[in-house]
């Protein structure tokens, strides 16, 4: 009964920890030529945007799936870890914003990133938990 509670509520974490990753890849699909263009003028610019936005959605895609089932889920942390770093760097560079309010909301987006870059570290070093894909496949190879 511990296991089946523990498996629910990974589950639970996972679902709630992908839901921004997920949606933002099906948001930047329908919204694909503004993203672009949103990318190109940056005020820190993303090189080569043409193929950043394709790797990015697929990161987040597979990443997001890829955590969300636990099925090779440090792999997906991997791919949204990298999605994250590069995400913030270029869309989240509050010390070269100007304006004290325009700053202070890039800072927050930047710690909030931050944070998740540490979920994504954690979920690298110890996997997708109780009620993954990896974990029920480590349990019937161990049995």
Known sequence: MVRMVQGLVALVGRVLLVAIFLLSAFNDIGNYSPTLDMMRKQHNPVPYPEVLLPAAIAFLILGGVS???????RLGAL????FLVLATYYFH????VTGDAERQGQMIHFFKNVS????????????????SVDEATRRRATA
């Not at 955590?67 to 889920?73: D, P, S, T």
């Not at 560079?93 to 070269?96: A, E, M, V």
């Not at 998740?116 to 009620?131: C, K, Q, T, W, Y």
């Open 93 to 96: 560079d509050f010390w070269n």
């Open 79 to 82: 791919l949204l870890l990298a």
């Open 116 to 131: 998740m870059m540490g979920a994504m570290v954690f979920l690298i070093a110890v996997g997708g938990g109780p009620g």
């Open 67 to 73: 955590v969300l089932i636990g099925y090779m889920a």
